[in-house]
């Protein structure tokens, strides 16, 4: 039995050396150390020898067995050791080579253009105010001369919330909250989304960006209100752009024009962008209308006063030749990241 200890020993250590991963060394404890292994067995026949020979061999195999179990841990840490160096070699970093640049994020051209735009307006003395975008009835309407019977407040052209609320489709309730909280004279701007039942395509999208505009004093007329945008079309447009202004209707002002300025593209002469006629048309404005000023407690006997207001979406779109309002909402970075 001695020979056969030593030799499974010579055996066992020559099979040890060949081992090269960690499935092969659980396989090794398995076939000599585990309950069934060659080892064990040879431990559980050391009851059946003589007994004068019983401890020598029980020894024997004992030493055998720790010799063993000594050598699979030393091969467990050699093992270890070679993964880790492998690892190492594998993913480690060059600190000499230039860093990983992550791309940086920027202003979005809508937001930009808004910003552009009040800019340019608090230059001239506005103050910007803010106002919530779930509004009454009275403040998107009422208080606007926008009677009841109006299409403008049809389920098909507003978007309506429980308990008498809406989405505000203008941002016109502001001017009405910033005439109630203080006096004139007053010189305010607002801007901010807006939400109509709209469907969508290239130029109609169910919420876009307005920024309108209200100056009330005592001798305030229709030319400061031409000064004013004239003023900002130059600084926006470029000095070359051209305004005029065509009779309109808006329910809060009277008198009430539209506002066009001359082709960005062709100057004025006609181009595809502008249907051949010129002009683009940008902005509504007008006197603000006695019955408004009524609504908000102030004298219109004493005060006069002009609004207006210009669609943020569209005045980025001409600013940067974008024939699609969509791609300013699809987050489509191939889009944005040209801005």
Request: proline letters at 6%; aromatic letters at 10%.
């Amino acid at each position: 039995m001695k020979d056969e200890l030593e030799q499974i020993c010579a055996q066992a250590l020559d099979d040890l050396s060949r081992v090269e991963d960690e499935a092969a060394l659980e396989e090794f404890q398995i076939q000599y150390l585990g309950r069934k292994g060659r080892i064990t067995s040879c431990m559980k026949s050391v009851g059946k020898l003589p007994p004068e020979q019983r401890p020598e061999m029980g020894a024997l195999a004992n030493r055998i067995k720790g010799t063993l179990a000594s050598e699979c841990e030393q091969c467990r840490l050699r093992l270890a050791e070679a993964g880790f160096r492998e690892r190492v070699r594998r993913d480690r970093v060059d600190v000499t080579l230039p860093g990983h640049r992550y791309p940086r994020g920027h202003i979005h051209p809508l937001t930009r253009t808004a910003r552009e735009m009040i800019s340019i307006f608090e230059g001239m003395g506005f103050v910007l105010e803010t106002g919530p975008e779930v509004e009454t009835e009275w403040y998107n309407f009422d208080a606007l001369n926008i009677p009841s019977d109006h299409p403008a407040r049809d389920m098909q052209d507003t978007l309506y919330l429980d308990r008498g609320f809406l989405l505000r489709t203008h941002t016109s309730p502001v001017q009405i909250r910033t005439m109630e909280r203080g006096k004139p004279p007053l010189r305010m701007i607002c801007a901010g989304r807006t939400f109509r039942a709209d469907s969508v395509d290239a130029s109609h999208s169910p919420m876009f960006h307005q920024l309108e505009g209200l100056m009330v004093d005592t001798d305030i007329s229709f030319a400061h209100l031409k000064a004013v945008l004239s003023e900002f079309v130059r600084r926006f447009f470029g000095p070359d752009t051209k305004l005029r202004f065509r009779p309109s209707f808006f329910p809060f002002t009277e008198p009430s024009a539209d506002g066009d300025i001359s082709c960005i593209v062709c100057g004025g002469r006609g181009c595809s962008l502008c249907s051949r006629k010129g002009w683009l048309e940008i902005l509504g404005a007008g006197m603000v209308d006695p019955h408004v000023f009524r609504a908000v407690g102030y004298d219109p006997d004493l005060w006069r006063g002009f609004a207006f207001g210009l669609g943020i979406d569209r005045c980025a779109m001409l600013r940067y030749g974008i024939d699609d309002i969509r791609l300013f909402y699809e987050n489509d970075l191939r889009f944005l990241d040209q801005f």
